[in-house]
Each structure stands twice: as C-alpha cells, then as structure tokens.
C-alpha cells in the first residue's frame, strides 16, 4: 500500500494521474454541454415556430430581443464546448478562444438590453470598460501569440531524467 502512494506520488506517475483526471473531466463536461446545447437548440426552434405560427407576434419588440438573447446564449455555449475539445485536442486552454467568447458574452449583454437601458451610465459605462478590456487583452495575447507559438502543444508529463 505505502510502496503503490510512493509510486503515485512520483512526478511522472502524478502527472499521468492529473492529465487523465482533467481529460476525463473535460469530456464529461464536453457531453453534458453538448445535452444542454439540444436541448436549448430544440427548444429555440420551438418558440421561434410558435411564434411565426401566430400572426400577430410583435417580431419588432421585445420577442425579437428575447430571441436573440437566446440564439447569442446558444452561440456562446457552442464557443464554449470549442474550448473545451481544443483542450482536449492540444491539452493547452487557448485563451484567444476564450477572450472571443468573452467578447460575444459581452456583446450580447449589450444587443439585448431592455429599452431604458439608455438612462443607465454605470452600466453603460461598465460594458463600455469590458469592451475595452476584453479587446486590448486579446491585441495582446494575439500579437504575442504572432511572435511566439505557444510552448505546451501536448500533456504535462515530466521526462524520467528529470526525476531527481
């Protein structure tokens, strides 16, 4: 029993062990945003024909909001799911993907804001600072990025010569 803990706990041995736990992680998470992604897609799909059905919805108003908040909500989702099979195809998070999704979420804060909105500058001002943020952090990483490729292109698995 101590001699199996020995064994785990040696770098090459934990590292396999953490890189297998994130694995596994990541793709059960991957299915579970997969099951959510058709089952918010279906359920779009029904209210949009709902509403088309009916002859009198208001597409001008707020269904239209209500609709696009839920198509962008769909989108940053399917981003999202990106992430996490880019992970699990080149065991690195790539932060380009997630400023954009962060970008969309962002975006989407501001194409379904209610009417009045106008009237509120803390708000406006806060999406306006994100905005900014968002879009010099990813000039940033990019034009780093351009320079330099990215250094771990596959599992964090220390080499047996580097055990002490």
Do not use: C
Request: charged residues 15%; hydrophobic residues 55%.
């Amino acid at each position: 029993m101590i001699k199996n803990l020995r064994r785990l706990w040696q770098d090459v041995n934990y590292l396999q062990l953490v890189d297998r736990s994130e694995q596994s992680l990541a793709k059960l998470l991957g299915i579970v945003l997969l099951v959510v992604l058709v089952a918010g897609t279906v359920q779009l799909m029904s209210v949009v024909v709902v509403a088309v059905l009916q002859p009198d919805t208001p597409w001008l108003g707020s269904k239209m909001n209500a609709v696009l908040g839920d198509l962008l909500t769909l989108l940053i989702a399917v981003e999202v799911l990106q992430n996490v099979t880019s992970y699990l195809r080149r065991h690195v998070v790539q932060i380009e993907l997630v400023l954009l999704t962060a970008m969309t979420a962002v975006a989407r804060k501001v194409i379904v804001l209610p009417p009045g909105a106008e009237n509120k500058p803390q708000l406006l001002g806060g999406l306006g600072i994100a905005v900014l943020a968002l879009a010099a952090a990813f000039w940033l990483v990019r034009s780093v990025n351009i320079r330099q490729p990215p250094a771990r292109t596959g599992p964090a698995i220390r080499s047996p010569e580097q055990d002490p």
